[in-house]
Every structure is written in C-alpha cells, then in structure tokens.
C-alpha cells in the first residue's frame, strides 16, 4: 500500500469510529473528525518523524492527577513514541478533538481498540475533552490558545539541548481570535523557533457557529506572514498537499500550514445542519436514523 | 537616641540572584518588559543565553514557561504581580499548576509598595495564589528573605508563587528562613500578632514600645502562606489570653487574616481574631507612607489594633514610635533579649 492509500485508510478509519461513537453517545464532536481526518493521517502516517507508542496499548484508569507524591502519574505523550533528541513531537491544542486523535492512534496501531471503548466512561483517562494524561495527549490544552506557547517552552529547551527533531502543533482556526495566540506567533518570530510547525483545521466552524459571523479571524495566511511566519495554504483533504506542505522552507521562522477543511467532508449527510457543526446532536429521532443509514450505506454494519 | 532608621539596602536580589544562579545551569529568567524595574538586568547582562525575554505577553510567558520547565529548566519569571496572578491566571493554573512544574513566579509589588496605584497593587495576591492546587506561595519581608527565598523556593518540586520585595529594603534577619515556619521575633503571653512581608519591620517597632507598656506579645514573620501548616502558629495561638491579631500588606480577605482564622476554626481555638490590612478596598497611588497611613498599615494601626482587643487606651503616640531603634533579629527569640 502506497503512503497516500494508507493516509486515506487512517482518514477513513478516523470518521468511520468517530461516527460509531457519535450515535452510540447520542452526540459528539464528529465534524472535527470530518474537517481534521486527513490532517491527522497524514501527519501520523507520513509527516512525523515519532517513534513507535511506549505506552500501554490500552490506557491505565485514572490515577490521580499530577501532584506531589502521584508516583503513577504520567501524560499521553507515551502514545506517540519516546521523547529522544532526533524524533519529533507532537501537540494537539484543540482537545475536544480528542476522539479524533483516539481514533487516530488506534487507526495507526499506536493504542489497542479496547481502549477506544474507554471513551467518556467514568473513571477513565479516555475523556471526551483530553486533558495531559489522555492517550496521545501531552499538554493541558483545553483552555484554548495555551498549547503554542508551551510549545514554545519546549522548542527553546529542545534548541538548548541541542535537539534536532521538530515540534509539531495540531490547531483549531478558532484558537486565532485568541490574543495568546498572537503573542506565541510574534514569540516564534522573535526566537526563529524554526522547529515549530502548526497544521491548522481550518473549517470555518467554532461553538456558536459560522466563524466569520463570531469574530473576524481572515486574511489568516496574510496575517501569519505579517507576524513573521511562513505560511501557506492547502487543501485540508488532499493528503499529498498536507504532506508537501511540511516540506516548504521554512528556515528562521515558524511554518503554519493552513488546512482549508470541510466539516462534513466524509460525512456528507451532516450538510444540512449548516451553519452549526460544532457539537453534533440529535434533537430528533429522524437525524440519528439519516446517520445510521449514512453509516450503513458507507461502511457497512461494521462498528 | 533618635535614630530610627534600621538598616536599608538596596537591589537585594539585582545582586544576590546573580550570584546565585552562577553554579545553576538549569536556572533561566523570563521577563515581560520590566527587566530593570524586576532587578533581573544584572542577570540579562551576565548570563544572556539563560534570559528570556517575552515582552508584554505574560499569558504566554507563562504558559512557555511551563513548557520550558517539562524539559528540566526551572524559569525564574519576574514581572509585576498583578500582570501574572490577574492577567495570566488561566494560565498560571493550566500551563504550570496543574501539571506541578517547577516554575517560580515572582511577583513584584505587594501590596501598597507602589505608588503605580490600583493598576499595579497586588492586594489580593496571595488569597488567589493560595486556592491555585499543588501551588506553594511565599513572601519576603526582608533583604534576608529575599536573598534566601531562591534557595527555598528552588527545592520545591512543583510552582511556587513569591511574593518579591525590590528596591530600598530593611535587613531585619540574618538567618536564612525555612519553608513552613514562621520567624519567631517575640514570645509572650497576652497576644499572638502575625504578620507578613513589609507590616513586620511595622509590628517591629510598634511591639518594642507595647512591650515597655506591659503588652506581653507572641510575634510570629510568616515567610509561607501555604502550605501554611506550622505548630507554632496553633501554639502561639493557644497561648495568647486576649486573643490574635494579622497584619498584612494585602486585603483581608483571603491572605494571612484567612490563613490563621482557618487554623483557629479547625483547631476549635475560640478567641477573638482581628484582621488588620487593606481593608476590601482597591488602594489608589501614592507614597508608601502615606499609603501606610491611609490604608492602616502602619505601626500606629497596629497599635490601634492592639487597643482595640485589649479594651484600653495605651496612651502610645507616633513619637513614641518614631524613637524606635530596630536591630537585625539574629534568630529566633533574640529580640527578647534586648
């Protein structure tokens, strides 16, 4: 199987559970998956330069959350391979796309599927908003915009070590109305942190809707290069542009690849909720039967 | 003897960070644009490649910080206390707590010491920064405890919250402090008095005059806001027969009043606390003396506390304090012997 086709078995894998998931729960954040799939995949399957997962294949339960004496305490990072000087890492800022990264590491053989099951139940690292200790996490995110500039944090130690291997961020366009995340551009700029790459899902979508009817984030690729990134602009979906992307120079400056997105690529019947994706619900029976039979006719009775 | 003045000095820690840091490789300094005015200048200009600086971006100064700190630095971040605990705090808890990284936030100005006014007045510093979990919170009273607050500060393994002092500074103690225990400055029977940070070189002198009209008083320098678990404040607590009196640079509500009213209620201690300090109020600006006075900060408020719980007049008048002579306290009790 060429990298290209296994890209899109991950990205298809990625929608296919996170759909199952979203009728089992009765909800969840399944235009992420749609709108960030093919982002994921390619970044798990061709871009990253990560080790094999160290951790657990299936997650241990929670043990308490980091404090003096929590000896058992650890974060997601496991999940993506050891920390070692030449190998890069990854960060996910946006963690309420967590199911999408869940489904991403068990599409790639990095977390068993029984761990998968562990989603949003009780007692479990698995939650639905990943917090530090959730598989493939290694940063507490959800206060969104805080995730680059830990990066930063990062970065300058790894250039401080001596470290070659690269920082990757996974970002969401809505993180762009947030000041911090301005100060952390104008941050790269300052250091040259040149270790730093950021795909951003851009879809257009954030909670209340429509992002350009909630706060005016666009020109965004003018506004990176005035920051003094590089960026460039791709087809979120075309999985050879998202891996070309990685390739462009980028010396002295931190590259931003943004990925224009479609929040119901894959999934084509959540169309009609337009301009709401944020949180898929089922306020009546008739959508969750359009989703089964969507997801019959597309993936079979497989789950 | 008129000479009232104990002895000042001034860019304490300018000096003694520097000195300090020379052997500590892991140790860098963040700063967001107020590097002279944080005492970290000397630092930039000796060690360059271990100084960071993040302008006025202190929401992501502070969350790199975290970042910096999963990789085995330990960053030192100095700027003014409101811009960290206020305009960052989302980030102090996200970024640095939650995770326990060994991140020092050092906050500047407490208090009143500013004449910057309401914008720059950290009053309510440490009531935020002690309900932050697995967060240590620390204050400094003195060139002494500034100077050794690194060291305590840097064997904790987790964020720890100073409150720092800059400038012109008393040298009330020599010896180093220690985490979780107060200074003894005086041990007696009528009163328990604690206080913090700058109202104790205050309580200082109001206590040598108390004393001399009978007032027999347990003085208590608390260096740790929190954990805020030592014996000795239940025991000075205990032995106190009128009842306890705070004094701190800061609101009363939520610092140092809060911390032993909570001591008092779980150890079941009935006796009457008073709670001197800013009194729930936003400060304006203006000169320190005059902000002392304003605000009841100054040994004269404390005298007045003093009354107050003792039901009498003690006939005690600004000269009486002004003709107060401090020396240095060489360890614990030693002010008794004078």
Redesign the interface.
């Known amino acids: 199987m060429s990298w290209q086709e296994e890209a899109k078995r991950v990205a298809d894998g990625i929608r296919r559970r996170v759909t199952a998931f979203t009728l089992k729960n009765g909800g969840g954040y399944l235009s992420q998956a749609c709108s960030s799939a093919e982002i994921l995949a390619t970044l798990y399957t061709k871009v990253m330069n990560l080790g094999p997962s160290v951790a657990p294949p299936v997650p241990p339960p929670f043990r308490g ?4 004496g929590n000896e058992d305490y650890a974060t997601g990072a496991g999940y993506n391979g050891p920390k070692e000087p030449h190998l890069d890492r990854f960060f996910i800022s946006p963690v309420h796309y967590a199911l999408v990264l869940y489904a991403t590491l068990v599409e790639t053989g990095r977390m068993a599927e029984e761990g998968l099951l562990m989603f949003n139940q009780d007692g479990s690292t698995v939650e639905m908003i990943g917090a ?1 200790h959730s598989p493939g996490h290694e ?5 969104l915009g ?2 680059l ?10 250039r ?2 001596g470290e070659s291997g690269r920082n990757f961020v996974f970002m969401s366009d809505g993180e762009f109305m947030i ?2 995340t301005w ?2 551009v ?2 790269l700029a ?1 250091y040259k942190l040149d270790s730093v790459v950021v795909y951003i899902d851009a879809n257009g979508q954030s909670a209340d809707g429509r992002i350009d009817e909630v706060m005016r984030i666009e020109p965004l690729k003018d506004r990176l290069l005035a920051f003094g990134a590089v960026a460039v602009e791709v087809d979120g979906h075309d999985v050879e542009a998202l891996a070309a992307a990685a390739e462009v120079p980028h010396e002295g400056k931190a590259l931003f690849v943004i990925a224009r997105t479609n929040p119901y690529c894959g999934v084509e019947v959540l169309a009609e909720r337009a301009p709401r994706f944020h949180y898929i619900r089922f306020t009546r029976p008739e959508e969750k039967e359009a989703l089964e039979r969507f997801y019959v006719e597309k993936w079979g009775g497989k789950k | 003897m008129g000479g009232q003045e104990v002895k000042l000095e001034t860019q304490v820690h300018q000096r003694n960070l520097v000195k300090w840091a020379a052997d500590k490789p892991e140790v860098v300094v963040f700063s967001a644009d107020l590097t002279s005015s944080t005492e970290v200048r000397l630092f930039a200009e000796t060690y360059p490649e271990r100084f ?4 006025m ?1 202190e ?15 330990t ?1 030192w971040v100095h700027t003014f206390a409101v811009f960290l605990y206020r305009r960052a705090l ?2 102090i808890q ?2 640095v707590a ?3 990284l060994r991140v020092r936030i050092v906050g500047f100005l407490p208090g009143i010491t500013t004449p910057g006014g309401a914008t720059h007045q950290a009053i309510e510093d440490v009531a935020i920064m002690r309900a932050v ?2 967060m240590t919170v620390l204050e400094t009273g003195d060139a002494t405890d500034v100077e050794t607050v690194l060291d305590v500060a840097q064997a904790v ?2 964020p720890v919250y100073i409150r720092m002092l800059r400038g012109q500074i008393p040298r009330l103690f020599t010896e180093p402090f220690k985490l979780g225990r107060a200074r003894h400055l005086k041990k007696g029977t009528d009163l328990a008095l604690f206080t913090a940070g700058i109202t104790t070189e205050e309580a200082m002198r109001a206590t040598e005059v108390l004393e001399k009209k009978g007032v027999s008083i347990t003085h208590l320098h608390v260096t740790t806001h929190k954990p805020f678990d030592d014996p000795a404040v239940l025991e000075a607590i205990e032995n106190a027969r009128y009842g306890v009196i705070t004094f701190e640079n800061h609101t009363i509500v939520g610092g140092l009043g809060s911390e032993v009213a909570e001591v008092m209620a779980e150890a079941g201690v009935g006796k009457k606390l008073l709670r001197l300090g800013i009194p729930d109020t936003y400060a304006h600006g203006g000169s320190r003396p005059y902000l002392m006075r304003y605000y009841g900060l100054d040994a004269l408020a404390l005298v007045r506390g003093v009354e107050r719980m003792l039901g009498e007049e003690l006939g005690i008048e600004e000269e009486d304090l002004k003709a107060v002579r401090l020396e240095p306290v060489h360890g614990d009790f030693k002010a008794e012997a004078l």
């Open positions: 959350v980091p404090r003096a530090e940063l507490m995110a959800g206060s805080q995730a500039s830990q990066v930063i944090g990062i970065a300058l130690a790894r401080e070590h000041g911090q100060e952390a104008e941050t300052f | 960071y600086s993040f302008g971006t929401q992501n100064m502070i969350s790199a910080a975290g970042g910096m700190a999963r990789e085995g630095f960053p989302d980030q996200m970024s939650y995770p326990n979990p697995n393994d987790g």
